[in-house]
């Protein structure tokens, strides 16, 4: 797959990739979904955040690069992300933000990504925070150096991974009582969920839904 097609794939507004992302969103034993998919209409407004998914060819394969948020941070600590963060004024629009949090998180210098398209933004209930995701893309694998203050690994995912169907798995978790069916992306020792693999998700569902 070059990354001409690739592109094409991705940045076709035509080519739904959200069914796949309704297979990765937790549910409560009776099959509802356990969160609304935007914000409430009674709801404070969110913050407003960006991530990048960035592709890179390395080893004859296409890979993208996760992090696990170091127990320091304030929100989400420990938890498996893309890079990104909140909105600064300063950033002009969310793709820059998705950039500059790459350089922060990741040491991505911006100049060497090609920004492809945006993704269907998703909202985390639990922090009220609605993070807008671009898809971008590196001609080489980058030279990272993770911020120790705000990654505690950098996992290096290769795409045809993700589009394995035994890749998906599910597991039950009881809250406040209640059952809930949790999808995520089983990743070597890493299981992907919530935000994050709805973001893989739509990626990897206009990959592989049915088009030219």
Do not use: C
């Not at 794939?9 to 297979?23: S, T």
């Not at 690069?65 to 300063?90: K, M, N, Q, W």
């Not at 793709?95 to 990741?106: G, M």
């Amino acid at each position: 797959m070059d990354d001409a097609f690739l592109e094409q794939r991705l940045a076709d507004p035509a080519i739904d990739g959200l069914w796949l992302r309704e297979r990765l969103m937790p549910r409560w034993q009776d099959g509802s979904a356990s969160r609304p998919i935007e914000p409430p209409p009674d709801a404070p407004p969110p913050r407003v955040g960006a991530v990048l998914l960035l592709l890179y060819p390395h080893n004859d394969a296409l890979y993208l690069p996760l992090t696990v948020r170091t127990a320091a941070l304030r929100t989400h600590s420990g938890e498996i992300s893309l890079p990104g963060g909140r909105y600064d004024e300063a950033d002009g629009d969310l793709s820059r933000t998705a950039l500059r949090e790459a350089w922060e998180e990741l040491g991505i210098p911006p100049a060497k990504v090609t920004l492809w398209t945006q993704l269907t933004p998703v909202w985390i209930p639990v922090s009220n925070f609605q993070i807008t995701p671009y898809v971008g893309w590196a001609d080489h694998r980058p030279a990272f150096a993770s911020s120790a203050a705000e990654v505690a690994e950098l996992i290096e995912v290769p795409l045809d991974l993700l589009r394995q169907p035994e890749t998906i798995r599910s597991e039950i978790r009881e809250l406040r009582g209640n059952h809930m069916y949790i999808p995520f992306f089983a990743v070597g020792e890493h299981k992907v969920w919530g935000a994050t693999a709805l973001v893989l998700a739509e990626v990897v569902g206009k990959l592989e839904a049915p088009g030219p």
